[in-house]
Nanobody, 123 residues
Framework: QVQLVESGGGLVQAGGSLRLSCAAS????????MGWFRQAPGKEREFVAT????????YHADSVKGRFTISRDNAKNTVYLQMNSLKPEDTAVYYC????????????????WGQGTQVTVSS
């Protein structure tokens, strides 16, 4: 089983930045594609970004493209989401997920999920 633990969420003013981290257990972290998702109160879970095994291939949702950047450090078993120019509509619980795939994966059927971390953006 793969365990994922998110951290780095918190309160930030609109226009500010946060960096989320997701620490993964196990020795096979580098064989998984990773993704970030978010869910605001009363709304469906939304895809944010994904990254492939090596970290060389990424895809970001249009809503965050140019503002958010996904990256990974396989030596540290960690994936990151750098969030810049934050907007109030970015307020949500952010989830890290792992998919047993070599490619960046745009979908919702990931194999493992973290517990989530709250991001709140004030105006």
């Amino acid at each position: 089983q793969v365990q994922l633990v998110e951290s780095g969420g918190g309160l930030v003013q609109a226009g500010g930045s946060l960096r989320l981290s997701c620490a993964a257990s196990g020795r096979t972290f580098s064989t998984y594609a990773m993704g970030w998702f978010r869910q605001a109160p009363g709304k469906e879970r939304e895809f944010v970004a994904t990254i492939n095994w090596s970290g060389g291939g990424t895809y970001h949702a249009d809503s965050v493209k140019g503002r958010f950047t996904i990256s990974r450090d396989n030596a540290k078993n960690t994936v990151y989401l750098q969030m810049n120019s934050l907007k109030p509509e970015d307020t949500a619980v952010y989830y890290c997920a792992a998919k047993q795939s070599p490619n960046a994966y745009v979908g919702y059927d990931y194999d493992y999920w973290g517990q989530g971390t709250q991001v709140t953006v004030s105006s």
